[in-house]
């Protein structure tokens, strides 16, 4: 069974919502007309990365960009993952809808892992999420991280041990640290024997510059296609999705696991 997918990788610009749902809608379209089922958004597409701007343009599900993000699934005939802003009764949430290409929302997830470093912190503004997301994706169960949490390869291996075989990651990872970023892309693929869709954005934010190099990895952690880390453009790839099983039969880690000395559960 293949799969072809597209990440998005371009600049969505702070606070302005309404650019920034044309611009997705652009690269939603170009995917969907080069033969993508499911197309990857980086994160927070609809405010930009800024805590400002999230905190004064955060919506609901019910009547923000989500609804429109929806509509494009349906139109074109794709399933879409689109890192988004959450605003639920009194909390905002980094998060990321899945929409199918009937235009439902089949799952969401909201950021477990809040970044901060030297002055930014994203817990000014957000509320982490508590639970883990494995999602329908088209004929594969998708799990979804975001961004930073990458750093924690605990949720990488939950999903994965919930049945997920692709892991989508909408992010907004910022220079200097590209090489973590395809660094810890390349180690969630091998360590979980997944495919990783890692859809990142460029240009900058305030003062964060953004590394790009949107990824799409197999379950050996061989990169199948990737950006560079300046310009804005799809990533396509076509995954073989009986490469997974190949992996696993060939590199047996799931049966030379040893859940009773570190925990994590059976699979």
Partial sequence: MALAVA??????RAGAVAE??????????????????????????????????VREHAAGWEDGPAVEIA????????????????????SI????????DRGEMVGHYRKAHLFSFGGFNERTVLT???????????DVTLGVMVCYDL????????????????LVVPAAFPNPRDRHWRTLLAARAMENQVFVLGANRVGADGDLDFCGH????????????????TSEG??????????????????????????????????
């Fill in 71 to 90: 509509r494009l699934a349906e139109r074109h005939g794709v399933f879409i993952a689109a890192g988004l802003s959450e605003r639920t009764a009194g």
């Fill in 20 to 53: 920034n749902m044309r611009q997705a809608s652009l690269w939603i379209e170009r995917a969907a007309g080069g033969g993508a089922r499911l197309v990857v958004l980086p994160e927070l597409v609809d405010t930009g990365y800024e805590m400002g701007a």
């Fill in 214 to 229: 949107s990824t799409v990895l197999d379950p050996w952690g061989e990169v199948l296609a990737a950006a560079d880390g």
């Fill in 93 to 100: 949430h980094n998060s990321v809808g899945v929409f199918s």
């Fill in 151 to 166: 750093r924690f390869p605990e949720l990488a291996r939950k999903l994965t041990l919930d049945g997920a075989r692709v």
């Fill in 128 to 138: 982490a999420g508590d639970d883990a997301a494995t999602i329908p994706g088209p």
């Fill in 7 to 12: 990440l998005a990788q371009y600049a969505p």
């Fill in 234 to 267: 799809l990533v396509t790839a076509t995954l073989d999705l009986s490469v997974l099983d190949e992996a696993r039969r060939t590199m047996p880690v799931w049966r030379d696991r040893r859940p009773e000395l570190y925990g994590g559960g059976e699979r």
